[in-house]
């Protein structure tokens, strides 16, 4: 029976919160029906103390199938890693003890995998990813690091990263198969489609018909800083709690996923070059950008215009 090790180092729990949300499959059928063992989560596990299980892991008593980290990896001060300790060990070299054990290490969230909101400049506890500091490779671990299985730390973006993304990777992984990655070790099964594709505000998008201020039905792409047609991600895929996604509530995508995030800008604003948003949906040709636009707003039926549909 594999068994998983959750282990929180600079977190605020959203992933843990995220978990408990998983209906496809949910953390119950992962244990009962997938057959995982949860040896040690800091909040779901009571039968063993964190002191008991990192002593059977480093003393070989128990295989580490599964290492999952949510949560920056904090150097500081000075790379030692004490602004965020357990008995005196810092985290970081607890992970640094542990991975080398472990068959597959995951990284649940963006935290964890590019080093996420605490990395955000000025990033004064020197946080960093698994592997990556944002977008480039390296993190903790360095770049060249493998787990048993010869794969690098998957990554399982998103801030927080999507419930059922979570415990679908983990069954996965307990079924033995080999997940697909792309260039920033996410799951391509999970992260190669947009959250802009199954919005629901797409023929707005499509007609450039936008919204400037929160709360209407138009597209939020132009003013309103959404990210969703450069950001991959199950998002708008598979819905939140199998109801919701942001877009559809209304709140422009933040990009959360990606190794940038958060960015140093308003997450409510399109940053535009002119009139233009400084950052295009993917692959697509700034010069003919506005072309498009422009020809697409022409011939905009009046249904859309007058925004009838509902998002
Ligand atoms: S609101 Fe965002 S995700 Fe939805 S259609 Fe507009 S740009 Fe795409």
Redesign the pocket.
């Known amino acids: 029976m594999p068994n998983i090790v959750w282990i929180q180092t600079g977190a605020c729990s959203g992933d843990s919160m995220a978990l408990l949300c998983a209906d496809q499959p949910s953390i119950e059928n992962l244990l009962q029906r997938h057959g995982l063992r949860l040896l040690w989560h800091p909040s779901l596990t009571t039968d063993a103390r964190f002191g008991q299980i990192l002593d059977a892991l480093l003393g070989g008593r128990e295989k580490l199938d599964i290492l999952c980290i949510e949560g920056s990896l904090i150097t500081g001060p000075n790379n030692t890693g004490q602004y965020d300790s357990w008995k005196g060990r810092a985290k970081i070299d607890i992970v640094r003890e542990l991975a080398p054990l472990a068959t597959h290490v995951v990284a649940m969230g963006t935290c964890a995998a590019f080093g996420g909101v605490h990395a955000a400049g000025p990033n004064p506890t020197d946080c960093t990813g698994l592997q990556f500091l944002k977008g480039e490779a390296g993190g903790l671990l360095g770049a060249d690091w493998r787990a048993r299985s010869g794969q690098p730390v998957i990554n399982v973006a998103g801030c927080p990263a999507h419930p059922n993304t979570m415990t679908k990777v983990l069954a996965m992984l307990a079924a033995d198969d080999t997940l697909k990655l792309d260039g920033l070790n996410r799951p391509l099964a999970f992260f190669s489609s947009l959250?802009?594709q199954g919005?629901t505000?797409?023929e707005?998008?499509e007609y450039d018909i936008e919204d400037e201020v929160l709360g209407g039905r138009g597209?939020?792409?132009f003013s309103l800083g959404?990210r969703?047609?450069q950001t991959l991600a199950p998002c708008?895929t598979e819905l939140w709690n199998g109801h919701n996604s942001k877009?559809r509530a209304g709140v422009?995508?933040f990009g959360c996923t990606a190794p940038d995030f958060p960015s140093n800008r308003d997450l409510f604003v399109t940053p535009k070059i002119g009139a233009v948003p400084k950052f295009l949906p993917l692959g697509v040709a700034r010069a003919k950008f506005m072309a498009y636009k422009n020809l697409a707003r022409a011939a905009a039926p009046e249904r859309v215009v007058n925004r009838e549909m509902e998002p």
């Open positions: 959250v802009h919005c505000r797409n707005y998008h597209c939020m792409f959404c969703g047609p708008n877009t422009p995508c």
